[in-house]
């Protein structure tokens, strides 16, 4: 049976993604930070549970942003069919998650052809930070003097990684620096003289696990280990708040290794896809 969640479920809704927290970053941060009833919030997320005799086996989630993520072990074609179905006049721009669910969801979709900006697969890592070495490195939140290195490093990730069309990025630098500005989570790695030399910051926290996300070093720094040292010295301070283990997915076999040297290690393979334009969803055919 597959219903939509209520408040009653939230216990054994949060229990069941727990078990999964690798994959399931998205669905219990938006849960832990807008819960069940926010239409507003662009991370606001409806979820839709898959139920048998043992309880709740898979969630299926859609935020008000257009964005889809699941945690659905074990799903065919037929189930895929009916998450299709519960879509209809849905506007989607993306989905997110575990490579083979999320592939299976996809293929569901009715969708136009060649439909992808970016539709790739990418290598999923976790940490324990009770394992994670000792780090002397310096971080700092940001601030308005950082203002303009923001900006440029936030230009060179937008088109290195190809999270968003090359058209929309020169307005969505001004959009994200201003937020990098007032940001609680992002983080600079600082240089004996106090210069930032690299970023990190969090795509999602919820309970005791934080995902990382947003690392970049600038280009003519790369193959120094930085990548590695900033998110080593930010999981240093999250461990001081409780965070007990880390998740993030690396975008470049550079960036593998440098986790892989702090400790990282390889868990699976992370879904990410994200359509050239929002498209409403119809009937299935």
Not at 96 to 103: C, I, L, P, Y
Not at 154 to 181: F, K, N
Request: aromatic share 6%; with cysteine; glycine share 10%.
């Amino acid at each position: 049976m597959i219903r939509k969640a209520t408040h009653d479920d939230i216990p054994a809704l949060v229990g069941f993604l727990e078990r999964h927290i690798e994959t399931s970053m998205f669905l219990l941060g938006n849960l832990e930070a807008h819960g069940l009833d926010n239409t507003d919030h662009p991370h606001g997320t409806a979820y839709f549970l898959r139920e048998t005799g043992d309880g709740i086996t898979g969630v299926f989630g859609a935020t008000n942003g257009g964005y889809l993520t699941c945690q659905l072990p074990g799903i065919g074609k037929t189930e895929a069919q009916t998450y299709a179905h519960l879509l209809k006049g849905y506007t989607l721009r993306g989905m997110t998650g575990e490579d083979a669910q999320v592939s299976t969801i996809l293929d569901a979709l009715p969708l136009p052809t060649d439909p992808w900006h970016i539709n790739l697969t990418q290598p999923l890592y976790a940490l324990d930070l009770a394992e994670m070495g000792q780090t002397d490195d310096t971080i700092r939140k940001p601030d308005a003097a950082d203002r303009a290195v923001l900006e440029t490093w936030l230009d060179h990730y937008l088109r290195d990684t190809g999270v968003m069309p090359e058209a929309g990025i020169v307005d969505e630098i001004a959009v994200r620096a201003a937020a990098a500005v007032q940001s609680r989570t992002m983080r600079l790695l600082l240089d004996e003289a106090g210069t930032p030399i690299a970023m990190s910051d969090l795509n999602a926290r919820a309970g005791q696990a934080v995902q990382i996300g947003g690392v970049f070093v600038p280009r003519d720094r790369r193959g120094q280990g930085l990548g590695g040292r900033v998110v080593a010295a930010q999981l240093a301070e999250l461990t001081g708040q409780g965070i007990a283990r880390a998740i993030l997915f690396a975008a470049s076999s550079d960036a593998a290794k440098a986790y892989e040297k702090i400790g990282f290690r390889r868990i699976g393979d992370y879904r990410i896809a994200m359509l050239k334009a929002p498209t409403t969803l119809s009937d299935p055919t």
